[in-house]
């Protein structure tokens, strides 16, 4: 079949399940079997992952149900939604714990209380409660801002509209999952694919009365932002908003140790199967409200609660093709593309092979039937192989020595750290000049973490790269709008929607603007540093003499690695242009410093030894809270070397040299006006 025939084919189905989910999700409606919509799902995915060149923003592999809303008002959070970080083993616990026991620094004997919650596989939602009257509803969102789906929150009874008790806050955020209880979801199986699909689509109606007929549910767990809640715990927060009239999990437990946690989650995992709703997991959360605050938030997450998954879902399917992808770091990543298949309720088509040295390890070949593994919402793997049914003609795959984008031979750098040779092959080009490369540090431009330009995500990016619309960043903020007002899918609206979008975020932090060019080994936690040493653009684009990156040594959690990415980054021409140009469209916000008047101000500081009852992590944010700063060695730049037990005798002696102050913990607290 030839290439015009195979598009023809495709866009045939395309229309098809585009008609049957109009019905599905928009007029609740069925007009085929769920058997018969299922095998149009895969006969598409199949397609695509054979043929590269069939793409639609209506495939299935791009939506799921049918967007009856294009968009809500989007609203901002008082207190952003962070996601949790996830554990699968009991070591992943410990290890959690353990983090917690240093950022604290306690004892070994202490025993931290955990508040125990099942989490249900719903959308979660925040509803915003003024002077005891529901003022506002949003959807998570990316986090930072949600979608204002007040109306459609307020069809669902769980939700109470008044408070009557006399001891509800002033105003509050209450967080919680909507979902549809499996009994429920039974009248509903020919409209929706499954329970959390169900509770997503209905809670995104344009009109509310669609929602209304939707049987959603909505269990309370959680509080943001807050005006006069008088609580100290967790477990007596859930008890209180059962007193204030919402529902709870029935499962919730406090528990502490994490081998009771474990129990615990063996327990409910064998009752998941009897349960009327869905759950994936169980999150802990530490249950003293003062010891969450104290130990806050890592980029996205909080260090205070974690979410436990259930075990993993496997499936067994063909390997059709191993496929090499070329990340923005010039990695090259191996994919299987398999026959698609269902695990857990997600069709899968692609599963993960690492690198070079797992394939040779498992000697995974085209052709073999493998077992896919995904386990929550870690991309799929190849588990196993089964050798006994592998083709007779069956031939080893051989990694590509060249990079399959530009052609440029690919490395195995040597890590300093490890003494090993890294795992990961890697295109050797610079920057720009390979197109893989490019089109993701593009991607990685717009992501949610750095510009965030609603409206133009990774097929954008693709698309208007293959029109040769954009190459480098500063392309993005000068784009012939006339040209994609023609391309099919586009139109005058959709443009000018476009057009705002980009216009919105030429006013950008530095610390997100930093992260987002995608230098090598620098993430969130390091662009926040650097912006705050740099607090300028100016001064960070015209970083370049060798004094300057010693200089970057001194930033606490900065190191060698981090530094030469840098300086590799900024010996590159093309990204130097890049820099410029981009000076030319943005206004780029300084770095906003903790204080600039606190009590530790100008003043620098390096500590040796264990202390006392905090953890150096949490001194650390003290000293930056009251305007000073760390730094990671002695130098003339230091100003106080505090000491605890057992300190480094060198750094002392090397202190006492350069007449650098040495001071004990309790001295450090009496400049805070502390008591140790």
Known sequence: MNKSKIRELYNQKIKLIKKFNKFYYDKNKSIISDGKYDELKKEIIFLESKYNFLKSKSSPSENVGYKP?????KLPHKAPMLSLANA???????NFEKKIFNFLSLEHDHQILYSAEPKIDGISASITYKNSQLFKGLSRGDGKEGEDITMNLATINDIPKKILSKDFPEEIDIRGEVFITNSDFVNLREKFANPRNAASGSLRQKNPNDTKK??????????????????????DFLKKLSEWGFKTNPLNKSISGIKNLFKNYNEIEKKRANLDFDIDGIVYKVNDFA???RLGNVANAPRWAIAHKFSSNKAISKILEIEIQVGRTGALTPVAKIKPINIGGVVVSNATLHNEDEINRKDIRVGDTAVIERAGDVIPHILSIDTKKRLK???????????????SKTIKEFNKITKKVDAVRRCSSEDYYCDKISIE???????KEAFNIDGFGKKIVENFWKLKFIKYPQDI?????????KLDGWGQLSVKNLIYSINQKKNISLERLIYSLGIRHIGLENAKLLSKHFTSFSKFKNLSVQSDYEDLLNIDGIGETQVNSIKSFFSNKTNIRVLNELEKVLVVKNAIQNSDDGLLKNKTFLVTGKLNGISRAELKSLIEENSGKIVSGVSKKLNYLIIGDKPTKKKIENAKQLRINVIDQAEFMRMLNKTS
Do not use: M, R, W
């Not at 809303?69 to 008002?73: A, E, L, R, T």
């Not at 699968?88 to 410990?94: A, H, K, R, S, V």
């Not at 959603?216 to 008088?230: P, Q, W």
């Open 69 to 73: 809303s294009k968009n809500f008002k």
């Open 214 to 235: 939707i049987p959603l549910k909505f269990i309370a767990y959680a509080y943001g932002f807050e005006k006069g809640l008088k609580i100290e715990k967790q477990s």
């Open 477 to 485: 903020f000068k784009l012939d709008y006339s040209k994609i007002e």
């Open 291 to 293: 010891t969450q605050k």
């Open 88 to 94: 699968f083993t009991e070591e992943d616990l410990i």
């Open 441 to 447: 540090k593009l991607k990685h431009f717009v992501s």
């Open 393 to 407: 003609n069956s031939k080893k795959f051989i990694f590509p020595e060249n990079c399959p984008s530009c052609g």
